[in-house]
């Protein structure tokens, strides 16, 4: 069988499947053939199980179907063609760790096991029968998978009584940490201005406020983890929360610097780590007049060089 026949039938699956226009495109089809691990010399009945990242879809299907998609193109594959089958119970997120944080770098998806018996007739007259029987309980699937989903988030509560949702994963219960606790400590009284998560739908944002200090952003993916306003100095804390990557290095602070630059309170940059070994690797690239923070010695920080302790520079 051709390349262009294999993805043609993967196009006509997401169709049967009741996919959004938006998601009848090739890249979702190769993303389908890729859970199912279904190259174009294999069978429907061949289908397979493998757990597989976005990188490795894209390589997938640059090796298989000679479909080159160029790298910054990860994201697109991610929010437009997996969060879509995640939500609507197609694939599994993570089954076989749960609780990883979604900026893992071995995130990974997996076929559900219910389609793909389904999937595994395909072409057979035993297809469309077992196409209604799944299509009838489908829904109840993508409920009960985002129900076990829900339970591995992490609450927060916010100072206003609002209650968000982070994506489970120690980099978000670095983040609570770091509202609960550094906030408390270092930001007494202070505003929360922007919570960010890995995943999309949810987290903090104050848009309004932030505008009101000189910042107006067109993609709050720049920003850091956790944006605090001090009332009392007139100060914005800048806190990245650091697990497997992201400290303030010289880079960052350097972005950070330009992407704030008309802000018209303080800047304060603060590195959080979870323990002593993780702040160990990444010691030697920090920048300086920058803060650190541990999560397991809360009540001490850090301070890279400079002439003042927990205070912005001009």
């Known amino acids: 069988m051709s390349l262009e026949q294999k993805l043609q039938q993967a196009a006509e699956i997401l169709v049967q499947l009741g996919m959004p226009r ?3 495109n090739e890249r979702t089809a190769l993303c389908l053939l890729c859970l199912l691990d279904m190259k174009p010399d294999r069978q429907w009945s061949q289908a ?4 597989v990242g976005i990188t490795p879809i894209m390589d997938w299907s640059r090796q298989h179907y000679g479909k080159d998609y160029a790298p910054n193109t990860r994201e697109t594959f991610r929010r437009q063609s ?6 609507a ?3 599994l997120y993570n089954p076989d760790k749960p609780d990883r944080a979604v900026n893992s770098p071995h995130a990974a998806y997996q076929i559900e096991p219910t389609l793909l018996g389904v999937l595994r007739t395909y072409g057979t007259a035993h297809y469309q029968p077992m196409l209604q029987g799944y299509l009838q309980q489908r829904q109840t699937l993508a409920q009960m998978y985002a129900r076990a989903r829900e339970m591995e988030m992490i609450p927060l509560e916010l100072g206003n009584g609002q209650t968000i949702q ?10 609570k940490d770091i509202v609960n606790d550094f906030g408390t400590r270092y930001v007494p ?3 929360l201005v922007y919570v960010g998560d890995t995943g999309d739908k949810h987290g903090f944002f104050d848009v309004a406020f932030l505008a009101s200090l000189g ?10 983890d956790v944006v605090i306003y001090s009332t009392t100095n007139n100060w914005l804390f800048l806190i990245e929360s650091v697990t497997s990557h992201g400290p303030v290095d010289h880079k960052r602070y350097g972005e950070l610097t330009t992407l704030f630059g008309k802000c018209t309170a303080g800047l304060v940059y603060v590195s959080a780590f979870p323990d002593s070994k993780t702040y160990a690797k990444y010691s030697s690239v920090i920048a300086w007049e920058t803060e650190v923070w541990i999560a397991d010695a809360p009540t001490h920080m850090i301070h890279f060089n400079g002439s003042r302790f927990l205070g912005p520079y001009s």
Do not use: E, W
């Not at 397979?48 to 757990?51: A, G, H, K, Q, V």
């Not at 997996?82 to 939500?87: E, G, I, K, N, Y």
């Not at 910042?215 to 850091?224: A, M, R």
């Open 189 to 191: 009284g202070g505003r």
């Open 22 to 24: 938006q998601q009848l």
């Open 89 to 91: 119970g197609i694939c």
């Open 215 to 224: 910042v107006t952003l067109d993609n709050h993916g720049k920003l850091p």
């Open 82 to 87: 997996m969060h879509q089958f995640v939500d």
């Open 166 to 175: 982070l994506s489970a994963g120690a980099h978000s219960r670095l983040i």
């Open 48 to 51: 397979d199980n493998p757990l």
